[in-house]
């Protein structure tokens, strides 16, 4: 029996902000966020403030876009590292995409191309502008309102060409396939009407088949969103304040004219004129909390005296989970996983310690992770 706290991955040692094609085509297992808005609200800048100058042009067919993969600010990361003195770490990343030339409720009409490619990404991050002086929850609450309307629009009319397919199939096709094929019009029927009420196409009100049936359509109805209030300085405390006073799901506010006077300036310098401005932190840690947040993502950790990693793995998911996304070889080969909560590892200055303790626990396939577990998994070849 084997055992592995880390997984060989050269393809991921990079700089702190570094953008690869693999997440432009899809080819990495990395969270991706398609950051949408009017053409107005700022989407490439806030991709801007969040990478600097790490995002990369790149075409998609037709397409002009902005990308940048990029490391997830992880302080817990950081302290473990220097705990256990490994001399690499590997945190976690999303992959931020923004298109120049496309835009939701843009004047004219969408691009199909456009809008087939954001059915690609696993989250949403819709851009809201913030000027100085205006009423912030009813500036936030109509542009998401705005925002969300020109999305279902876009649903629905692919909805309405998947009924007429599967109404044709219900009423004509082989025998065999016409129960599955009146399911599948019940459930589109649902989500019409769902998305005509401007609800989301989600649990609990869908069940598991139910949502497997309309998954192969991409829907932004049923994608997680996470929101950026791109807010003119003056506006930033305002906006901070009334975060603070409302539980408005997962935002997060960022100035993009801000951080692009930072751009150049030394960490310190940058992080003292965001103090001043009244930002506790860079953009991308706030943002990429946001995104966690409505992806609802938690990290889990692994490493060894070489080197300490990061891992995104989603909420509610197991230890086989876990290990497959590590390497698809561990989870075909698991035998079991020791965890013990990495503030703990911190605390007692590795993983010794704990298992000389018995702090170090044993849990099978189906044990659930939490957010900080951090795992050493046990597999044969």
Same mark, same amino acid.
């Given at each position: 029996? *084997?055992?592995?706290?880390?997984?060989?991955?050269?393809?991921?040692?990079?700089?702190?902000?570094?953008?690869?094609?693999?997440? &432009?085509?899809?080819?990495?297992?990395?969270?991706?966020?398609?950051?949408?808005?009017?053409? /107005?609200?700022?989407?490439?800048?806030?991709?801007?403030?969040?990478?600097?100058?790490?995002? &990369?042009?790149?075409?998609?067919?037709?397409?002009?876009? =902005?990308?940048?993969?990029?490391?997830?600010?992880?302080?817990?990361?950081?302290?473990?590292?220097?705990?256990?003195?490994?001399?690499?770490?590997?945190?976690?990343?999303?992959?931020?995409?923004?298109?120049?030339?496309? @835009?939701? %409720?843009?004047?004219?009409?969408?691009?199909?191309?456009?809008?087939?490619?954001?059915? *690609?990404?696993?989250?949403?991050?819709?851009?809201?502008?913030?000027?100085?002086?205006?009423?912030?929850?009813?500036?936030?609450?109509?542009?998401?309102? /705005? #925002?969300?309307?020109?999305?279902?629009?876009?649903?629905? @009319?692919?909805?309405?060409?998947?009924?007429?397919?599967?109404? !044709?199939?219900?009423?004509?096709?082989?025998?065999?396939?016409? =129960?599955?094929? #009146?399911?599948?019009?019940?459930? #589109?029927?649902?989500?019409?009407?769902?998305?005509?009420?401007?609800?989301?196409?989600?649990?609990?009100?869908?069940?598991?088949?139910? #949502?497997?049936?309309?998954?192969?359509?991409?829907?932004?109805?049923?994608?997680?969103?996470?929101?950026?209030?791109?807010?003119?300085?003056?506006?930033?405390?305002?906006?901070?304040?009334?975060?603070?006073?409302?539980?408005?799901?997962?935002?997060?506010?960022?100035?993009?004219?801000?951080?692009?006077?930072?751009?150049?300036?030394?960490?310190?310098?940058?992080?003292?004129?965001?103090?001043?401005? %009244?930002?506790?932190?860079?953009?991308?840690?706030?943002?990429?909390?946001?995104?966690? %947040?409505?992806?609802?993502? &938690? =990290?889990?950790?692994?490493?060894?005296?070489?080197?300490?990693?990061?891992?995104?793995?989603?909420?509610?998911?197991?230890?086989?989970?876990?290990?497959?996304?590590?390497? !698809?070889?561990?989870?075909?080969?698991?035998? =079991?996983?020791?965890? @013990?909560?990495?503030?703990?590892?911190?605390?007692?200055?590795?993983?010794?310690?704990?298992?000389?303790?018995?702090?170090?626990?044993?849990?099978?396939?189906?044990?659930?992770?939490?957010?900080?577990?951090?795992?050493?998994?046990?597999?044969?070849?």
């Amino acid at each position: 029996m *084997l055992s592995v706290t880390g997984a060989n991955r050269s393809a991921r040692r990079l700089p702190a902000r570094c953008p690869r094609a693999g997440a &432009i085509l899809g080819e990495l297992p990395v969270l991706t966020v398609a950051i949408v808005g009017r053409f /107005d609200a700022g989407c490439v800048d806030v991709l801007a403030a969040l990478a600097g100058p790490h995002a &990369i042009v790149a075409s998609k067919g037709r397409l002009t876009m =902005r990308v940048a993969t990029l490391h997830v600010p992880d302080p817990r990361l950081e302290r473990l590292s220097a705990v256990v003195r490994a001399p690499k770490s590997v945190p976690a990343e999303i992959a931020f995409w923004a298109f120049p030339h496309d @835009a939701v %409720g843009a004047a004219a009409a969408t691009a199909a191309e456009w809008v087939g490619h954001l059915r *690609l990404a696993d989250v949403l991050l819709l851009v809201v502008p913030l000027a100085a002086g205006v009423d912030v929850g009813d500036t936030v609450a109509a542009s998401v309102r /705005d #925002l969300r309307t020109e999305l279902a629009l876009l649903d629905l @009319a692919v909805i309405e060409s998947g009924l007429h397919r599967v109404e !044709s199939k219900a009423a004509s096709g082989p025998r065999v396939e016409r =129960r599955s094929a #009146l399911a599948v019009e019940h459930t #589109l029927e649902r989500v019409r009407r769902s998305l005509e009420a401007g609800e989301r196409v989600a649990t609990p009100a869908y069940s598991a088949a139910e #949502l497997s049936d309309v998954r192969g359509f991409g829907l932004f109805a049923m994608k997680p969103a996470a929101v950026a209030l791109n807010c003119a300085e003056p506006a930033i405390r305002p906006a901070q304040a009334w975060l603070a006073a409302h539980s408005a799901g997962p935002m997060a506010v960022v100035s993009a004219s801000l951080e692009a006077e930072l751009m150049g300036l030394d960490s310190a310098d940058a992080a003292a004129f965001r103090a001043d401005a %009244g930002l506790p932190d860079a953009a991308l840690a706030r943002v990429s909390g946001a995104v966690l %947040g409505a992806a609802d993502r &938690i =990290r889990f950790y692994t490493g060894n005296e070489r080197q300490i990693t990061a891992w995104l793995l989603p909420r509610g998911a197991t230890a086989l989970d876990a290990a497959g996304t590590i390497h !698809s070889d561990l989870a075909r080969g698991f035998v =079991r996983v020791d965890v @013990a909560p990495v503030d703990d590892v911190i605390a007692n200055g590795g993983l010794a310690p704990l298992r000389a303790s018995g702090r170090l626990r044993q849990e099978g396939r189906d044990s659930v992770i939490v957010d900080g577990d951090f795992l050493l998994v046990h597999f044969t070849r």
